[in-house]
């Protein structure tokens, strides 16, 4: 089944502790991406990946890191968690090459951070 | 101006009922619209893509894109509860092979049996 897994589903954590959030995608697409949901203020893209070794800056990035070492895999890391990256988070992969449609979203990683 | 306006509702009509949703948008590059569906405590699912102008059928759903007028529309004919939802619209403008998605807050969809 195609699909985009996130872990965990739910989080809570601490000020300043570091975490990370896996996503992993069993499609081999190219392009994968990290978005956060606030009411309010709707998705929001925070970083996306082209492909390995290839990220960039989204709309929201401070306070972000991500890597690509494998195709398959796209972690978010927090080095640092504020109160305010408590949110939804989602990450999604796509492989259309000339437009970047967002097929295929995880389940979603819900942080609290206290 | 916000770049994508879309109503948050909550939208209610009865079951049968044929669903208009909408969204706006301020920035004439957009050129590839799409309609994501989200249920509570999912992951939005894609449910339209339509580049440029015109319509798009698929079952029960109608996507419809003006460009003259930076209006997009999902027409939902013969709605059934199980349509209750979040709807999302997103968009994006060609530059280079890769484009950022701009999305909607999107509009709540309630329909009663």
């Known amino acids: 089944e195609a699909q985009v897994t996130q872990n965990p589903r739910y989080l809570i954590t601490v000020t300043g502790k570091k975490l990370t959030v896996t996503c992993s995608q069993n499609?081999?697409?190219?392009?994968m991406s990290w978005y956060r949901q606030d009411p309010g203020l709707g998705l929001r893209q925070i970083y996306y990946s082209m492909n390995v070794e290839v990220t960039d800056k989204g709309d929201v990035p401070e306070g972000y890191k991500v890597s690509r070492k494998e195709k398959r895999n796209f972690p978010l890391i927090l080095e640092s968690p504020s109160p305010n990256q408590t949110s939804l988070y989602f990450c999604?992969?796509?492989?259309?090459?000339?437009?970047?449609?967002?097929?295929?979203f995880g389940q979603g990683t819900r942080l609290t951070v206290v | 101006q916000k770049e994508v306006e879309q109503d948050p509702g909550p939208l209610s009509v009865p079951e049968g009922a044929i669903v208009s949703l909408n969204c706006t948008y301020s920035n004439s590059a957009f050129q590839y619209f799409m309609w994501y569906r989200q249920y509570s405590r999912k992951g939005p699912e894609l449910l339209m893509y339509?580049?440029?102008?015109g319509n798009k059928e698929d079952g029960r759903f109608t996507a419809q894109v003006d460009k003259s007028s930076k209006y997009i529309s999902l027409f939902i004919r013969d709605s059934q509860p199980s349509d209750s939802a979040t709807y999302l619209c997103?968009?994006?403008?060609?530059?280079?092979?890769?484009?950022?998605?701009?999305f909607g807050k999107g509009t709540m969809l309630l329909v009663s049996p």
């Open positions: 499609m081999n697409h190219e392009y």
């Open positions: 339509t580049y440029s102008s």
């Open positions: 997103a968009m994006s403008a060609r530059n280079s092979g890769y484009s950022t998605l701009t």
């Open positions: 999604a992969s796509s492989a259309n090459r000339e437009v970047r449609t967002e097929a295929f």
